[in-house]
């Protein structure tokens, strides 16, 4: 099996629960922030993105909020699905680099 | 289209051996990333390029290298392998590096160094 993130911080959330997976950065000059989802064996793949000079940017069942203060990152998900089962990960865009942060495991109980 | 594609998917080598991952998409993205992932670790990002002729080092270039001679080919050369190079390398592409432009990741290439 996928030997990555063995050691990663596990999120356990019920099916049908909203989920929140929080994220610190380091770069108060980063422009943007990605979040991704990694599933066992898979690359990375896109979740959405938001613009530093935003609070808050919506998709379909996930919400990514920005707290540029704190510089904190958040993804919310709506009614998680066993599907939703992965290792989550956030990107900050350092001029002509993404350096991401460790990651969060999601696991999803019926 | 058939996206970010990487070979070989499984690879062994022995320490001191030299080999190229190859990387290739088709989607005429001019910006290209290698990622090494180790366990309980995000991704790191090894060499990017801009574009074909450009390239740049990212957080761990060290035993690594690239060129990019055209704009779908991003090989990446381990020039003397080591056990600590053991690890997923992922490349990745994008239109451009910027918001709105997504990130396309291949398969990824599993490297063990004995």
């Known amino acids: 099996g996928e030997s990555v993130g063995l050691h990663l911080p596990t999120l356990s959330v019920q099916e049908g629960d909203n989920s929140i997976i929080n994220c610190a950065y380091s770069?108060?000059?980063?422009?943007?922030f990605i979040w991704y989802k990694q599933e066992s064996g898979k690359g990375p793949q896109f979740i959405i993105d938001i613009r530093s000079n935003m609070d808050k940017r919506q998709g379909q069942r996930v919400t990514v909020l920005l707290n540029k203060t704190v510089k904190h990152l958040s993804l919310q998900i709506a009614a998680t699905q066993p599907g939703d089962s992965a290792v989550y990960f956030c990107?900050?865009?350092?001029?002509?680099?993404?350096?991401f942060g460790t990651g969060t495991r999601l696991q999803v109980f019926p | 289209n058939a996206g970010v594609t990487q070979t070989p998917k499984f690879q062994v080598l022995k320490t001191g051996q030299s080999m190229t991952l190859q990387c290739a998409q088709d989607m005429n993205h001019e910006y290209m990333s290698w990622y090494r992932q180790d366990p309980g670790m995000g991704l790191r990002l090894i060499h990017y390029?801009?574009?074909?002729?450009?390239?740049d080092q990212g957080e761990v270039p060290n035993g690594y290298n690239v060129s990019r001679s055209t704009t779908e080919d991003f090989p990446l050369r381990l020039l003397s392998a080591a056990p600590s190079q053991t690890s997923v390398y992922f490349c990745?592409?994008?239109?451009?590096?910027?918001?709105?432009?997504?990130?396309?990741f291949g398969p990824g290439t599993r490297l063990t160094v004995l």
């Open positions: 990107a900050e865009r350092d001029t002509d680099k993404l350096i």
């Open positions: 990745a592409s994008s239109l451009v590096l910027a918001i709105y432009n997504e990130q396309f």
């Open positions: 770069n108060s000059a980063s422009d943007y």
């Open positions: 390029s801009v574009g074909a002729g450009i390239t």
